[in-house]
């Protein structure tokens, strides 16, 4: 009976010892899912308050939040001018980090490819077919590559890594920009669609001749090959968190909405782009105590956070980002109060 | 007194039985309507060409489901026929010739473990197992080795879909009454043809319902044919090739889809499983009431 | 000459009977196999029952936990109106109405869990703004309904009508005869449906994504988001993280167990009621 007694009462106390504890909820992209699960790993071990994000995908997030079923949301691609309008121009977007989209491949002998924009197109377009394409080849005169079928592996659910990959491809590609343009779903002319970064990482390191786009940090854990790739400069950049970084140095206007892809920066590497946090300028609706609990986490994860990034192979904020980042999160208000007044630090 | 009573609680039972099929037709129709409201756009922008054009773009916003219509379809009854001799045979095994005993209750936990399997486990054991294999095949026969495509799917689908049929139609070839099948015996017929003419006809509309749950399953099911299906938004060149399903397209794309018309046409898609399953559904019940045998 | 082509058939047909039914646990073997080589090494009782890591997440028992009250509360949900239904269905073989149920239900088991998960946010989430276990267990139950309805009716279908005669002639009324007689002699049936449903929904993943949406820490509260066995599986499983993905497949494997349990207990139970005719 006494047994029964205690487990009762522990478990009343499981509940209500968690009952003044403050749960923040967001959803969004899964690129950076890891380092988001770090950084609220952490926040709360310091902070004590909980952030429950479930990586549903940027286009889930964005939608989430204007359900306002979320707190937060988190997207690899920034809401267009137009929709931006559409849904009462009050959202912000947040930079937090940036982070490359490699050009994965399983090549027998693992060697290290250098690729064009031309070739790039090309392959996805379904006009390159093997890989001994004269084209390849040339800029490749040490490898020997086999006469193999490529086979192309993209997106199967609607992502950001989609939308910075065929933001890129638009670019440097008269072609697929009237073709395919750019997007998180768009309708790819072949290849085979897989769920997540993880599911074309896994297709690619089983079909022999595959290649296909990939966030850095899930070739790097998943120990997959990947392509040189040539940028507007002219010169070969290797994807690394140097090179994304040097990516983001450039002009960025003052909402943070741009895109890195084909950037001008020299040793920029040109597939590139930052990752959002996505929240609404005036918190009014929420109460008080949260609000200011998620201008905290914002302020947090642009500062104390970043240092989170690099071991986990993202690209923290430059300085200037980092500062434009400040400037957009003073901007959230609660009843006309800026509510990082009165931030906990 | 106590007559009175009792009829009232006969006229309450009755009452609560006779009110219960309205509840499903009311959440049916909230289906259909909730449904259509949403898909409504999508159709007043492209009307019967969202069934006959094959092109999914969502970028141009360009929309047609032919070919995630075609791939369900083939799915769906190609994972169908490779199961139902393995599930019919099951079925009539456990519920005829071994119905009890050690091993019959040892099979009919391992069909129902089967039925729990979660369909994400599936999808892996799909990936990581069978697929590779398939690759192998792919190889020798000399096509593209994608391991992933419309056989693959199909053939994991069947793996998934044999419970339902094994067990509701063991249930029901199980209560087939003694006294029909002694009768069979004694007129000097042989447990095959006992099985043929007397067994099978009398649970044939039970089988039936098994193998239309069965069916139900194959068409919906989302998470292992999305990890399966190589998810190419085009119709397959051929069996071994990539396609999408209309369920897994509607999961790639639900959450993301942010623009208007994206929404409206996936919504259409999923009205349209709707039409289709109500489809199949009405001709498997004109079969049924043709079979059907009273008890 | 006839009789031995006869037992030729008789025979070559129960072989290929029992060839078959062999052949159809063998891809279960493989399976059950996997996850076990998989699972096994995860499971102690720290990963099992301890609430809280080091590590950020709370450990898998929040996902049993999750998964163990959607499952009771869709059960809750979906029983009674599908036995009540499954009832009326075998009360009422000729009608027109009934027919029209029948048809309704199959309609409903075609339905892509994924639609009914969509519906379900449609209905019972974006108006309140919150997910919640709730939204997912009502989901879920959708998708319980047509299995229980049509097992229920087949069965009770199957039961002589000279058993509910002979109640009914001992003066029984017609209410008791149906909960006290024929129910219970339908009782293998009936719960071999239920059980069916249940194995159905406890590996759902698609309907929960925008209901209950997941959750990170442990959560008894039924209005807020939570975590389900399967919907953890998926996200560590594809996730870059060699420790998520094997305590993805320990949670597979506690997946598996709790359905073999679910199994167990529903066949012990019925075989206490069950009435032999």
Redesign the interface.
């Known amino acids: 009976m006494r047994i029964l007694f205690f487990l009762l009462l522990s478990f009343l106390n499981l509940i209500y010892a968690h009952a003044d504890e403050v749960t923040l909820i967001g959803a969004g992209a899964t690129f950076p899912y890891p380092l988001y699960s770090k950084m609220f790993q952490e926040y709360y071990s310091i902070k004590k308050v909980k952030v429950n994000y479930q990586a549903i995908g940027s286009g889930g997030g964005i939608r989430q939040l204007i359900n306002k079923t979320v707190d937060f949301g988190a997207s690899d691609a920034f809401i267009s001018d137009e929709n931006l309008k559409k849904y009462g121009n009050n959202i912000l977007h947040i930079p937090i980090c940036i982070g490359a989209v490699v050009l994965s491949y399983n090549l027998h002998g693992n060697p290290a490819i250098k690729l064009t924009p031309e070739i790039i197109s090309n392959i996805f377009l379904g006009k390159i077919k093997k890989w001994n394409n004269p084209a390849i080849a040339t800029i490749n005169p040490d490898i020997k590559l086999p006469d193999q079928q490529i086979v192309v592996i993209h997106r199967s659910d609607g992502s950001g890594t989609t939308f910075i990959f065929t933001d890129y491809l638009s670019k440097v590609s008269e072609e697929w920009a009237k073709k395919f343009g750019k997007g998180k779903s768009i309708n790819w002319p072949i290849g085979l669609g897989a769920k997540g970064n993880p599911g074309v990482a896994g297709l690619i390191k089983q079909i022999p001749g595959s290649i296909g786009y990939i966030e850095l940090v899930y070739a790097l854990h998943n120990n997959m090959s990947y392509a040189q790739v040539k940028n507007k400069n002219e010169n070969y950049i290797t994807p690394s968190i140097q090179s994304v970084s040097y990516a983001a140095n450039i002009e960025l206007p003052e909402d943070s909405r741009v895109s890195l892809t084909n950037t001008d920066a020299e040793q920029g590497y040109p597939i590139s782009g930052f990752t959002w946090i996505l929240t609404y300028n005036d918190l009014s609706n929420l109460n008080r105590n949260k609000a200011q609990e998620l201008v905290n986490l914002f302020w947090w994860m642009t500062h104390e956070g970043q240092k989170l990034a690099a071991p986990l192979e993202y690209a923290p904020l430059s300085p200037k980002a980092q500062s434009i980042a400040e400037q957009i999160i003073k901007k959230i208000k609660y009843n006309n109060e800026i509510l990082w007044n009165t931030i906990s630090k | 007194m106590e007559h009175n009573f009792?009829?009232n609680?006969?006229r309450?039972?009755?009452r609560?039985?006779?009110i219960?099929?309205y509840?499903?037709?009311f959440?049916?129709a909230?289906?259909y309507i909730?449904?259509f409201i949403?898909s409504y756009p999508a159709i007043k922008q492209f009307g019967l060409s969202f069934i006959t054009s094959s092109?999914?773009?969502?970028?141009?916003n360009k929309f047609g489901s032919l070919a995630f219509i075609y791939s369900t379809i083939v799915t769906s009854i190609l994972s169908l026929i490779i199961s139902l001799?393995?599930?019919i045979?099951?079925a009539?095994?456990?519920g005829f010739?071994k119905k009890e005993g050690k091993i019959a209750?040892f099979?009919?936990?391992?069909?129902?473990?089967?039925?729990?399997?979660?369909?994400?486990?599936?999808g892996?054991?799909g990936?990581?197992?069978f697929?590779?294999l398939m690759?192998n095949l792919e190889i020798k026969l000399g096509v593209?080795?994608?391991?992933?495509g419309i056989v693959s799917a199909s053939i994991i689908l069947a793996?998934m879909i044999?419970?339902?049929t094994?067990?509701?139609s063991r249930?029901?070839i199980s209560?087939v009454?003694n006294d029909l099948i002694e009768a069979s015996y004694s007129l000097g017929a042989?447990?095959?043809?006992t099985?043929k003419n007397v067994v099978f006809p009398y649970s044939l509309?039970?089988i039936f319902?098994g193998v239309?749950?069965s069916?139900?399953?194959a068409?919906?099911?989302?998470?292992a044919v999305?990890?399966l299906i190589?998810?190419?938004?085009s119709i397959p060149q051929s069996l071994f090739g990539?396609g999408?399903t209309?369920?897994?397209v509607?999961?790639?794309?639900?959450?993301?889809?942010?623009g208007d018309i994206?929404l409206s046409s996936l919504?259409l898609i999923?009205l349209l499983?709707?039409i289709?399953?109500?489809i199949?559904?009405?001709l498997?019940?004109v079969v049924i009431n043709k079979f059907k045998i009273e008890? | 000459m006839a009789l031995i082509k006869k037992i030729i058939k008789d025979k070559l047909f129960q072989t290929i009977i029992f060839l078959f039914s062999v052949l159809t646990i063998v891809p279960l073997f493989f399976i059950l196999f996997y996850i076990i080589k998989k699972g096994f090494s995860v499971i102690n009782l720290n990963f099992l029952f301890s609430i809280t890591t080091s590590t950020g997440h709370d450990t898998i028992f929040r996902a049993i936990i999750g998964s163990l009250f959607i499952i009771i509360l869709a059960s809750l949900i979906a029983i009674p109106p599908g036995i009540i239904t499954g009832i009326y269905l075998s009360e009422n073989k000729k009608n027109k109405l009934a027919s029209i149920i029948r048809l309704l239900t199959e309609i409903l088991q075609g339905l892509p869990s994924i639609v009914i998960g969509i519906l379900a946010y449609l209905w019972f989430v974006k108006p309140i703004k919150t997910f919640s276990a709730l939204s997912g267990a009502i989901s879920l139950s959708i998708i319980m309904l047509p299995i229980i309805v049509r097992s229920t009716e087949e069965t009770l279908n199957l039961i002589p009508i000279s058993l509910k005669e002979a109640s009914l002639a001992l003066g029984v009324p017609y209410y008791k005869t149906m909960i006290k007689v024929i129910l219970p002699a339908g009782i293998s049936g009936i719960s071999s449906g239920i059980l069916l449903s249940i194995a159905r929904i406890a590996g759902e993943t698609a309907p929960l994504l925008f209901t209950a949406f997941g959750n990170p820490y442990l959560s008894f509260n039924i209005l807020k988001p939570t975590e389900t066995l399967p919907l953890l599986i998926f996200n560590y499983a594809t996730s870059p993280y060699e420790k998520w993905h094997q305590i993805a497949w320990g949670a597979s494997f506690v997946l598996i167990v709790i359905v073999f349990i679910l199994n167990i207990l529903a066949r012990l139970g019925s075989r206490k009621w069950k009435v032999k005719f």
Request: aromatic share 16%; no cysteine.
């Open positions: 009792k009829i609680k006969d309450l039972y009755f609560v039985i006779n219960s099929p509840f499903l037709i959440l049916l909230s289906i909730t449904l949403f092109k999914w773009d969502p970028v141009f001799p393995f599930s045979s099951l009539i095994y456990l010739y209750e099979l009919k936990t391992v069909i129902e473990l089967l039925a729990g399997m979660p369909s994400v486990i599936y892996f054991w990936l990581f197992v697929v590779p690759r593209l080795p994608y391991g992933v793996i044999i419970p339902y094994t067990i509701i249930e029901v209560l009454p042989t447990k095959y043809e099985i509309s039970g319902a239309l749950l069916f139900g399953r068409i919906g099911e989302t998470m999305t990890m190589g998810n190419a938004n990539p999408n209309m369920a897994s509607i999961a790639n794309e639900f959450t993301e889809a942010t994206h919504f999923g499983l709707l289709i399953t109500s199949f559904n009405l498997g019940r008890g």
